[in-house]
């Protein structure tokens, strides 16, 4: 338990309140927490049995410190540390690269790749860590608290984690507004919303074996016309949905038969 | 067991592949197998343990003719059947309405919402069965023959259904293009797709606990333009993911922050 890195936290918000108490949980020894919330931060260190820091320019004595702040407040967190604090400092932001951390310290990046919810307790050990260090040394140590929660461990660059979390805008943001849009659909004609829920789990499920490419079907794949003529009839005209139903619809077809719809 | 409707079935294809057995396994009696395709026909009829029906016409003696065929060819094989038939003729189609199927005969629907593939076994437990007829009489046949592979039974009507198969395109097809277009994203920046497959699996089931709408986070509900910005770098301009990615981003703050983007 011992060989565990120590931290400090800074945050109180959705990262902090999951990964806070996760890593506390696995018998990682938390020095301290600060928030600018203060509220939340006493509410949060009392769970964890740590110090409240109340203030962030005091000396922190642990092997790492990391950030679970918004992306805007990156910078100034860091700025207002101590500058003699010797060990890691790492912020677990998506789109922050390294760089944004002052080269006065050894700049670590600390991203579980996961949708946060207040109310929703994250399953870890499904949960990918993108790491980010400066040397192999720092590496391993972000790398062995990272393995306190879960076996998927990722080294990626600033470029790539940008990339990546593009990918995620898609496969997560966007993938969820068109479960919304079909919700509406229903909703509109009367149909409970859960109908759907076996196909969307099989929908995520496929891709596990295959790609998405391989994966895809319906009237677009197939170039049922038919079928996309009394979608676009039941959709109306000059309307956002219909404009969506289009351009995604010819996206689909374009790839399967090479032409525009 | 002798329960349960007789059908004859009309199909060789993804459909008839993997309902036909699965029906039969449920010990449901197959009358008879017709299909176009006479050498898979012969397969499926071979593997159902019951006899080919080499034409259409001929006089058919079942409860039931399930017609598992594509869309298109749905009236012309209901216009080649024997006149005289007295059971239930329904098809299996998600978008042809109830009155597509000729009303010489007792006319039903028995839609399986879900996406079918060669090369994976239907988990039928899970799949819901949308069923419609003209009296409470065939509705309970088309029940009973729909319970005996899962318990999710919906009785909808002809415009129901097409919404549905609507709200089913979003869902699976569009949603599953987001997937594809995440794992271009990955691709070029040489990551490996799977390091988004738990995200997805957590995006499918969080819409279990609660609505697409409460379940959507990430930039543009948080209207953080700093990383849309980023994101808009990183896509470039001009192009076909740029221009999705703008309309379902402003698509997604409107809806938060009631205003375009």
């Given amino acids: 338990m011992s060989d565990y890195p120590t931290v400090s936290l800074i945050g109180s918000g959705r990262v902090a309140k999951q990964l806070g108490p996760a890593l506390a949980k696995k018998g990682v020894k938390i020095a301290g927490l600060y928030g600018r919330n203060r509220v939340e931060a006493e509410k949060l260190a009392a769970r964890l049995n740590t110090s409240l820091i109340t203030d962030l320019s005091d000396p922190i ?31 677990t932001s998506g789109s922050v690269p390294l ?33 980010e260090a400066e040397n192999d040394e720092d590496l391993n140590i972000l790398g062995r608290l990272a393995e306190t929660l879960s076996q998927r461990i990722h080294i990626l660059s600033s470029e ?46 496929k891709i596990l074996m295959q790609t ?8 677009a794949t197939r170039g049922d016309m038919k079928t996309i003529a009394a979608h676009r009839k039941l959709l109306g005209e000059d309307n956002t949905l219909r404009s969506i139903y289009d351009t995604l619809t010819n996206e689909i077809y374009r790839r399967t038969h090479g032409k525009d719809l």
């Avoid at 207002?80 to 010797?86: I, T």
């Avoid at 990046?109 to 996961?114: A, E, G, I, K």
């Avoid at 998405?212 to 009237?219: H, L, M, N, V, Y």
């Fill in 61 to 91: 004595s642990s092997d790492l410190i990391l950030i679970m702040v918004s992306d805007d407040a990156i910078p100034e967190t860091v700025n207002a540390l101590h500058p003699d604090f010797a060990g890691i400092v790492a912020h």
């Fill in 160 to 205: 790539q984690r940008q990339s990546l979390h593009l990918a995620a805008v898609f496969a997560n943001n966007f993938a969820n507004l068109m479960f919304e849009y079909s919700e509406e659909i229903l909703e509109k004609s009367n149909i409970d919303r859960s109908i759907l829920h076996p196909l969307i789990l099989e929908t995520a499920n």
């Fill in 99 to 131: 760089q944004s951390i002052s080269d006065r310290y050894r700049r670590g990046v600390f991203y579980p790749l996961q949708s946060f919810s207040f109310d929703k307790t994250v399953v870890w050990e499904n949960v990918p860590f993108c790491l």
């Fill in 212 to 219: 998405a490419s391989q994966a895809q079907t319906g009237p």
